[in-house]
């Protein structure tokens, strides 16, 4: 009989499709972790924050929750949060992790840009990687994103908000600088997706001309950005929960 944690601190599980990134469009079920500390200055998940807030629920019941949201259609699970890497809450994500990957989930772990975890990082299908741009206000460490590029390849992508073209070209900075680390320490490295996410703020409406503005200037510098706009915002509204 194995050992199982106590509780998970859960903010929500539910099913949606997939809303921004290399996988936009595909249905999965999100677990939701509640916590925290970054602290981003354009976070659209502020009610994640608070580690003593959300549910504590056991290990069974998150999977049942997972089971009822995916049924026999899917077993792709998107583990969120908050901060899933934030050491309060590491020990509950991998224990979960574990347990889905021997029932046969896929798994993507969304980070924040602002930790690399090995332990996890192997233990999951796919990680989707922030680099924090100026409008944050939190920094990513771009050697980060090397490493990830040498250790992880073809596992993962890395995602930026862009709210404004001084975070466009703090990523052409950041991207420039991964590409001569790489250049230098690790030649065979593969190409890996990063993708260019304009900036939708709650109580924003649909912000045509940011996105437009970010594929123009994808389009003049052609360093090989996807710009991918957060769907679920699109259609339901910037402040929509559980989409
Ligand atoms: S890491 Fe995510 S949940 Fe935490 S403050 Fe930043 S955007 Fe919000």
Not at 97 to 116: D, F, H, P, Q, S
Not at 137 to 162: E, G, Y
Not at 203 to 225: C, H, K, Q, T, Y
Request: glycine share 6%; proline share 4%; with cysteine.
């Amino acid at each position: 009989m194995g050992f199982f944690l106590s509780f998970f601190a859960i903010n929500a599980i539910y099913q949606a499709s997939e809303g921004e990134g290399v996988h936009i469009g595909t249905p999965q079920v999100f677990v939701r972790f509640q916590g925290c500390a970054i602290g981003c200055f354009n976070c659209d998940s502020i009610d994640t924050w608070d580690f003593n807030t959300g549910e504590r629920l056991s290990l069974e019941q998150v999977l049942t929750q997972v089971i009822q949201q995916g049924g026999d259609r899917f077993k792709r699970v998107s583990i969120t949060g908050g901060d899933p890497l934030h050491p309060k809450l590491l020990p509950q994500v991998l224990e979960l992790t574990k347990v889905l990957k021997r029932k046969g989930y896929w798994i993507n772990i969304e980070a924040a840009g602002t930790r690399v975890v090995d332990e996890l990082f192997d233990a999951v299908d796919y990680i989707s990687f922030d680099y924090k741009t100026p409008s944050t206000k939190v920094r990513t460490n771009p050697a980060l994103i090397a490493k990830l590029a040498v250790q992880f390849a073809d596992k993962f992508q890395v995602k930026s908000v862009i709210e404004n073209r001084l975070d466009y070209d703090d990523t052409v900075k950041a991207f420039g600088f991964v590409e001569e680390m790489l250049s230098k320490d690790a030649p065979s490295t593969k190409k890996f997706p990063w993708v260019l996410t304009p900036a939708f703020n709650l109580g924003e409406s649909m912000p045509l001309n940011r996105v437009l503005d970010v594929i123009s200037w994808n389009e003049n510098d052609a360093l090989g950005f996807r710009v991918i706009t957060q769907q679920h915002k699109i259609l339901h509204g910037s402040e929509k929960k559980k989409v």
